[in-house]
């Protein structure tokens, strides 16, 4: 465990020792604050259209009308995120010549790939922390639910791990950072639309199959405050794969020489 708790501090480290960290930061934190400030001038909008008797809703639920579309909104912004802050991750080890030197020394592939794993979900755990601060706020003005919040903050999180798996297979396979995050951004956007073709309740065992594939309709339930273990179970199998698949890229490296 030291050594992947060795090797996730110096991930951590290697993004807040350059801009990289910062500008993540800055820029997650900028595109969740345009939404969050949209969500409420909309719920701001259509609670004076009902005090004024124009109709809409006589009363405001906040998680519904703000929190549960903020949220939507906020994996939208991690599709486009996560796949660039990943792209480094193997690829630049590749690139700078100390992927050898990783791969030559005592530690195992294993606790290479968990330690990346963790260093990575730690930035991210940073960026989801930081737009707690205008959540805080509707604690202050509003009534809003604090376990719908909880659940939804929780979706985002085992998504993000989801993404972040990804990156760092498709990381492994290439020297090329634009590559690795071009493609980590074209399989998860796959995994995103490919419930448009796909309906788990249909009858046919393909339609549900592609249904269930979907990695944006298993955050759904996440998002209205349930935490349904077929979900957990999705998105902790579907990041155990993913660095299943990862170790096998870097044990295929290390034969190759």
Do not use: C
Not at 221 to 229: A, E, L, M, Q, R
């Amino acid at each position: 465990m030291g050594n992947i708790f060795a090797i996730a501090q110096k991930e951590l480290r290697s993004y807040f020792v350059s801009p990289i960290a910062y500008v993540f930061i800055g820029f997650f934190s900028f595109l969740f604050g345009y939404f969050f400030y949209a969500s409420l001038l909309f719920v701001v909008r259509i609670s004076m259209q009902a005090g004024m008797g124009m109709g809409g809703p006589q009363t405001i639920n906040i998680n519904e009308y703000l929190m549960r579309p903020l949220l939507g909104n906020t994996s939208v912004i991690m599709l486009l995120v996560l796949p660039m802050l990943t792209m480094r991750a193997y690829s630049e080890e590749k690139r700078s010549g100390t992927m050898e030197l990783l791969l030559s020394s005592a530690i195992t592939d294993l606790q290479i790939i968990l330690g990346k794993f963790l260093g990575a979900i730690a930035l991210f755990t940073i960026m989801l922390a930081v737009t707690l601060i205008p959540i805080g706020m509707l604690f202050i003005y509003g009534e809003p639910e604090l376990a719908p919040i909880l659940s939804g903050y929780l979706g985002l999180w085992l998504m993000g791990g989801s993404f972040i798996s990804v990156g760092l297979l498709v990381s492994s396979t290439t020297k090329n950072q634009m590559v690795a995050g071009m493609g980590t951004f074209g399989i998860l956007l796959l995994l995103w639309v490919i419930s448009w073709v796909g309906d788990p309740s249909s009858s046919s065992m393909m339609t549900q199959m592609l249904g269930y594939l979907s990695i944006l309709d298993h955050f759904d339930d996440f998002s209205k405050g349930v935490i349904d273990t077929k979900h957990l179970a999705y998105y902790l199998s579907f990041i155990a794969f993913g660095l299943f698949l990862t170790a096998k890229s870097v044990d295929s490296e290390r034969w190759r020489g």
